[in-house]
């Protein structure tokens, strides 16, 4: 049952979409899918061979090449013999009051068609009714103390909502791999504890954000933009770009910093050495000296928000909701002299679309 050796067939056995895909709405279908693919792919393998893995994809809908990288990874992961799930279910339980679940773009003929051209095997595309059957669950998943920062505090129960519908469509898929987008940074690091804390046996792959010629990250919420409304969107992933040269230029300082002799004048000495941005600052340059090889995350939150207080003024304008540099593991406010892994997340609204961005960034003196 490879991508392309198989009529496209719905749940109810009536020619799908598009060749290569088989479209399926229930759970029953699902399971014989997944099922048969494990059976009939292990047995035409060589004996001894491991059996052909499961790989996943978790989608809302409306997919774009975002998605179909998740899609495309996916494939060359679990390689030919494989057999990849695309699911696409728009979750009730992550839309808070006011939120635009009903604005929400269902595309399923799209969607088919983008997961058969990325390489995927089957499309999973249940009702509200065959995932949470008798209503909402009684029992959810809690997303802790980590699901109430950042987009937790701005939206909240979302993260809730999202790992309870996670941890079911991993069960119902059962993969031995899941792919999940980068640009939904706080998403990712909460599947993986979630998968980590409860045990579930499944490898989560988080794979980096796409980007669209202009800068901007693929989102769904894109199409929502108008002309006006994109230019001033753009400031999202400027201001990251602004922080992470900045960052560059501090290790680059530091790198040079460490050649020179210590002497009272070390930081006017640093100031001439012309380096962009950091070296326009002797106080920032200054700090750079006296820190060493760690310090600078003030400065790279200070390049990103100017470009954010800039946006603000555009027309439309950009409303901030929040700017945060980050450790990773849990997603707390790194202090100004953190060395190591960090990640740069920015909110904020363009008109009546949110949007959400973050670039992963390293401090420390380059080895």
Do not use: C, W
């Not at 001894?48 to 990288?69: I, K, S």
């Amino acid at each position: 049952m490879s991508p392309t050796s198989h009529a496209p067939r719905t749940s109810d056995g009536t020619p799908g979409a598009r060749p290569g895909v088989t479209l399926v709405h229930t759970r029953e279908a699902l399971d014989q899918l997944v099922d048969q693919a494990r059976a009939t792919r292990h047995h035409a393998t060589a004996p001894g061979a491991p059996a052909p893995r499961v790989a996943v994809v978790m989608t809302m809908g409306a997919l774009h090449d975002g998605h179909a990288t998740l899609v495309r990874t996916a494939r060359e992961r679990v390689g030919r013999d494989g057999f990849v799930v695309v699911t696409v279910f728009v979750n009730p339980l992550q839309f808070g009051a006011g939120e635009d679940l009903d604005r929400y773009p269902r595309t399923l003929d799209a969607d088919v068609r983008v997961a058969a051209e990325a390489g995927a095997d089957v499309v999973f595309a249940p009702s509200v009714d065959e995932v949470y059957p008798g209503g909402e669950p009684h029992v959810r998943v809690s997303a802790g103390p980590m699901g109430q920062r950042l987009e937790g505090a701005s939206r909240p129960g979302h993260f809730d909502g999202m790992l309870t519908v996670v941890a079911k469509l991993l069960h119902l898929t059962r993969p031995d791999v899941a792919f999940f987008g980068q640009k939904d940074a706080q998403q990712l690091a909460l599947i993986r504890r979630m998968v980590h804390d409860l045990a579930f046996r499944v490898e989560i792959v988080g794979v980096s954000t796409v980007r669209e010629p202009d800068g901007l990250a693929l989102s769904s919420r894109n199409r929502y933009l108008s002309s006006q409304e994109r230019r001033t969107a753009l400031a999202l992933s400027a201001a990251l770009f602004a922080a992470r040269d900045r960052l560059a230029a501090q290790q680059a300082l530091r790198a040079r910093a460490a050649t020179l002799p210590a002497s009272p004048s070390r930081a006017e000495a640093l100031s001439k050495l012309g380096e962009s941005r950091a070296a326009a600052d002797a106080h920032a340059v200054a700090q750079v000296a006296q820190h060493g090889p760690g310090g600078g995350a003030d400065a790279v939150r200070a390049a990103a928000r100017a470009v954010l207080d800039e946006a603000a003024d555009a027309e439309p304008p950009l409303v901030l909701d929040y700017l945060a540099l980050v450790d990773p593991a849990d997603f707390t406010e790194v202090p100004d002299d953190h060395t190591g892994d960090a990640v740069l997340l920015v909110a904020a609204k363009v008109g009546t679309t949110r949007l959400i961005d973050n670039l992963p960034l390293t401090f420390g003196a380059p080895a």
